[in-house]
């Protein structure tokens, strides 16, 4: 007895950051573990004695609660919370109303312009002693405001003159869980759906508390809980009050419930015969349903709605318009302040167009029909979700309308959980360009945040990457991606570089050596992956149904699902016509960028194959013909997973072995998998350049028909 005592004391006594649980990933970037950093550990105990928070809500003890837990952790011994504001050194948070007492005019009138979101952190003084004050409009901009400073802490910024001001740039951002009721996850490589449906309402883990903390942690203020290819069974009582018992977790991180709406549910759970949104009895229906559903839940968001796309039904099946479809929900969520994200992802194999153009053929002329709660979701690119895709035409085009974006944070496309991507990049490519809608500086990031047309209404969706697994996002760097679409629907003018530098610093460590090595493999993660799946503008030319690994030869079934349709290899070339004298997508565009895409001189070569469809022998910049250049690039796609291997190796003893040695395996395995694509997309194409891989590349290992034959079976 005495011994074990002896030991648990010991235990007790080791600072935090020698935790004596294995690092599984769970804690995400709060990990709240004590700085080890001496002079910095030392700077912010004088500086932080106490705390409080005023106000009285669920929301400010959730505040509370992370406050406590993060000073506790981050200075390593109990920071008390105190009444008395006549000390050194204390944190006080509180909305304005319950500051008045303290806060000066200069940080009334900077909360002024900060919304019922945004927060200030000053320091300054109270009762002529040292103080850090954390002010908001709001609760939740108490509790923001929280996270955003134990952020400073946790990146160890200097904290003397803090002069914080933030507020977020859109105003709906959302994760979509594409999760069905039977818990698997379309597109899901991280376990099963977190919402056990089944334990609901009853049973509630701590892990849906842990889910809403790290959401809030990066401003996300909505979850889609299910599938977009939808259920309607989840708008029936039984299962209102289990999201009702979702939402009230949810509820004290300022994080509000949408539901996908199947367009059908009328006929499927309403017993009537028809969906057409202009039946008055569907109307009803739908009015009826949207009672029900605020009388479980008063804050609901509203619903998120694929229709007419890829076999689920919409208002196209009635001859109506997506207009009448959507503006029917609206209609019906309005009186309660709910809306309609209603997404643009619709395209038709019974259309011979190009898919790349349809969706901005059938939304353009609708522009200006949508009832005013209305958000039309469009995709970062016009296929879908692609390595590299030029950003989606529709941005800018229908000024009336707020556009919100589409990103996937799940690996669909890029390899799964088992390929380190780091997504920023791409999300800030897309964000960055220029669409030209108003003139120049009408990037997408200006049409999502609603600046341009000044719209109020405006967001991002990611379509999450979360399951199960322990370490929520199955590769430990899948973390860096849920946490950068959050940051970047806060402010989608952050750089990649910026957010990446916060979240290794907040997941791993705080030494330079360790975050400089790391940043770099995180910033070039993205292009590598490019360059061994689809380089100089290939697309959708991966295995089939599943996406996995790669399917260049993918022929049978409808077209636009094959392979073929995309590269348009032959003897003569490779890559799609978009061109005036081909499908003509680049007209979608705004000149100038319309121009630029057309002409073959100044299309940017790494959409090259997107828009033209060009000779093998076809002059590179780089002074090499297109097919060399081609097996150039997916060569040093594979040389550079090696080449992050390497980089890897040198933090081995700056982290915890578990996560070093999960990322080594992963990087690995990622190597493999890189080489297949190479050599599968390498030797595939060649049966139609007839031209040898150049002789500096070593030859691949399998033929052809190995690839084409690999099996994999029960891919997720
Ligand atoms: C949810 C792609 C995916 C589908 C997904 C669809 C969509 O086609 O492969 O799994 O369906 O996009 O975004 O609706």
């Not at 081995?652 to 990622?670: F, H, P, S």
């Not at 599968?680 to 034959?709: G, H, M, W």
Request: overall charge neutral.
């Amino acid at each position: 007895m005495k011994k074990n005592l002896l030991i648990l004391l010991l235990l007790s006594s080791l600072p935090f950051r020698f935790s004596i649980h294995a690092e599984d990933g769970y804690e995400l970037w709060m990990r709240y573990h004590t700085i080890s950093n001496q002079p910095t550990l030392k700077e912010y105990k004088k500086a932080i004695t106490n705390w409080t928070i005023k106000g009285e809500s669920a929301i400010i003890d959730a505040a509370k609660k992370e406050l406590q837990t993060g000073l506790n952790g981050l200075l390593g011994n109990f920071i008390p919370e105190t009444n008395q504001l006549s000390i050194n050194g204390i944190v006080i948070a509180g909305t304005i109303n319950n500051l008045s007492d303290i806060a000066d005019a200069a940080l009334k009138e900077k909360l002024k312009h900060l919304g019922s979101e945004g927060y200030v952190i000053v320091s300054g003084k109270v009762n002529k002693k040292k103080a850090i004050i954390i002010a908001a409009n709001s609760d939740i901009g108490v509790l923001y405001g929280v996270f955003h400073f134990l952020r400073v802490l946790q990146t160890q910024l200097d904290i003397t003159g803090l002069a914080i001001e933030s507020a977020p740039k859109t105003k709906i951002r959302v994760l979509n869980h594409w999760d069905n009721l039977d818990r698997t996850v379309e597109r899901g490589y991280a376990g099963f759906s977190l919402w056990d449906w089944h334990k609901l309402p009853d049973y509630l883990y701590t892990r849906y508390t842990d889910y809403a903390r790290a959401n809030a942690s990066i401003g996300i203020n909505g979850t889609v809980l299910t599938n977009v290819n939808a259920n309607a069974l989840v708008l029936t009582k039984d299962y209102l009050e289990k999201v009702a018992a979702l939402a009230g977790v949810f509820r004290p991180y300022g994080i509000k419930v949408y539901l996908t709406a199947r367009f059908s549910a009328p006929i499927e759970i309403g017993k009537l015969k028809t969906a057409d949104p202009l039946d008055p009895d569907v109307v009803w229906w739908w009015n009826e349903k949207v009672k029900e559903i605020y009388s479980y839940i008063p804050d609901f968001g509203g619903f998120l709605v694929k229709a007419n796309s890829e076999g689920q039904p919409g208002p196209q099946n009635y001859e109506r318009s997506h207009a009448d479809g959507a503006n029917m929900l609206a209609d019906a969520l309005k009186p309660f302040n709910g809306i309609v994200m209603w997404r643009a992802f619709v395209y038709d194999n019974n259309v011979p167009e190009d898919r790349a153009k349809q969706a901005y053929n059938e939304f353009v002329p609708l522009d200006g029909t949508f009832r005013d709660n209305v958000l039309i979701q469009v995709k970062n690119g016009a296929i879908d979700f692609q390595p590299r895709e030029p950003f989606h035409p529709l941005f800018g085009a229908m000024p009336k309308t707020p556009e919100m974006m589409e990103f996937q944070i799940t690996q669909e496309y890029l390899g799964f959980a088992t390929h380190l991507v780091y997504l920023a990049t791409l999300f800030e490519e897309c964000l960055k360009s220029d669409t030209y809608a108003k003139g120049k500086g009408s990037t997408v990031a200006s049409i999502i945040d609603g600046s341009l047309e000044h719209k109020s209404l405006s967001g991002m969706a990611g379509v999450s990457n979360i399951g199960t697994d322990r370490n929520w996002t199955g590769h430990p760097f899948g973390q860096a991606n849920w946490y950068a679409f959050g940051r970047l629907a806060w402010d989608p003018y952050l750089t990649s570089g910026d957010i990446a530098n916060e979240w290794i610093r907040m997941t791993f460590s705080n030494s330079e050596n360790f975050i400089n090595t790391v940043k770099s493999i995180m910033l070039a993660s993205r292009e590598i992956t490019v360059n061994y799946m689809t380089p100089i503008g290939l697309h959708h030319i991966m295995g089939r149904g599943h996406h996995f690994g790669p399917g260049p030869w993918v022929s049978e079934g409808r077209p636009d699902w094959t392979s073929l349709y995309y590269h348009r290899a032959d003897s003569l070339g490779i890559g799609f016509d978009r061109t005036s004298t081909g499908s003509d997508a680049v007209s979608q565009y705004f000149p100038p960028v319309r121009d630029q895409f057309e002409n073959v001189e100044t299309c940017p070569e790494n959409v090259l194959l997107w828009f033209h469809h060009l000779p093998w022998d076809y002059k590179m910049k780089s002074g090499r013909t297109l097919w060399d250049e081609m097996c150039y690039k997916y060569y040093a796609g594979v040389d550079s997973v090696i080449w992050m291997q390497k980089e890897w190796e040198k933090t081995k003893g700056l982290i915890d072995n578990e996560r070093y040695n999960q990322v080594k395996t992963l990087l690995k395995m990622q190597e493999k998998e890189a080489i297949r694509w190479r050599d599968a997309c390498v030797l595939y194409f060649q049966t139609f350049s007839k031209r040898p891989i150049p002789n500096d590349l070593e030859k691949p290992e399998q033929n052809l028909d190995y690839y084409i034959n690999e099996k994999f079976y029960y891919v997720p």
